[in-house]
């Protein structure tokens, strides 16, 4: 069955440590994207990916990094420059951009839950 | 910039209809989704409406008023697995790609 993995679904860290959290879609998926989550709170984007090797800032980027080096993968590291880091992180991927005009919705992944301390 | 709102919380009896209205301010609107969350879960798609009127999907419906930036999903028959957070997102020509999520309605359904 095609989907999202996000792995692990619980981290922990000390503050000060960078933390790399994983996402892989085998949906042949185009664009992906990182959302965080705090408690109830909407989903606000961080970054997001339309095509291999390309990404853009989303809302809330600071003391966060991506990289998209293969259409599968879509990693996010949560650097020690990110002041408030404990969230719920959420991986997406659609087939298109929402730009795209096309009824493109969004598949997420469980979700990674980071507590750093 | 953009904006939505939507109620905070909605609670409702099983087998009761319930609307949750969304209000968005953007420019270059491409359309309006909405999607359910469970606690701690991923959140799934319910419905997207690109054009003005009602979309409906079994016991869920969506409605689009582009002229007064404006919808609302529509549960009917309530059950308790409905109990669950509802987000509207708009997605615009502009913006590169991506969906702004609203802040969420979190259901409550009440035997």
């Known amino acids: 069955d095609g989907g999202i993995t996000q792995s692990p679904k619980y981290l922990f860290r000390k503050e000060g440590q960078n933390v790399t959290l994983s996402c892989e879609q085998n949906l042949n998926h185009d664009a992906m994207y990182w959302y965080r989550q705090d408690p109830g709170q909407g989903l606000r984007l961080i970054y997001y990916?339309?095509?291999?090797?390309?990404?853009q800032k989303g809302d809330i980027a600071e003391g966060y990094s991506v990289s998209r080096e293969k259409k599968e993968s879509f990693p996010l590291t949560v650097t020690s420059a990110q002041k408030n880091p404990t969230a719920f992180y959420l991986c997406?991927?659609?087939?298109?951009?929402?730009?795209?005009?096309?009824?493109?919705?969004?598949?997420f992944g469980n979700g990674t839950r980071l507590t750093v301390t | 910039g953009q904006s939505l709102e939507q109620p905070s919380e909605v609670t409702a009896v099983e087998g009761a209809i319930v609307q949750i209205n969304c209000t968005y301010q953007t420019s270059g609107f491409y359309g309006l989704s909405w999607y359910q969350q469970h606690d701690g879960g991923a959140p799934t798609f319910l419905s997207y409406n690109a054009l003005d009127g009602l979309e409906e999907t079994g016991r869920f419906s969506s409605f689009l008023s582009r002229s007064d930036s404006y919808g609302y999903l529509l549960l009917q028959e309530l059950q308790m697995k409905d109990s669950a957070s509802y987000f509207c997102a708009v997605s615009t020509y502009n913006q590169g790609g991506k969906l702004i999520f609203g802040q969420g309605t979190e259901l409550s359904v009440k035997p």
């Open positions: 997406a991927s659609s087939i298109k951009g929402a730009r795209g005009g096309t009824n493109s919705p969004l598949h």
């Open positions: 990916s339309q095509i291999v090797n390309d990404f």
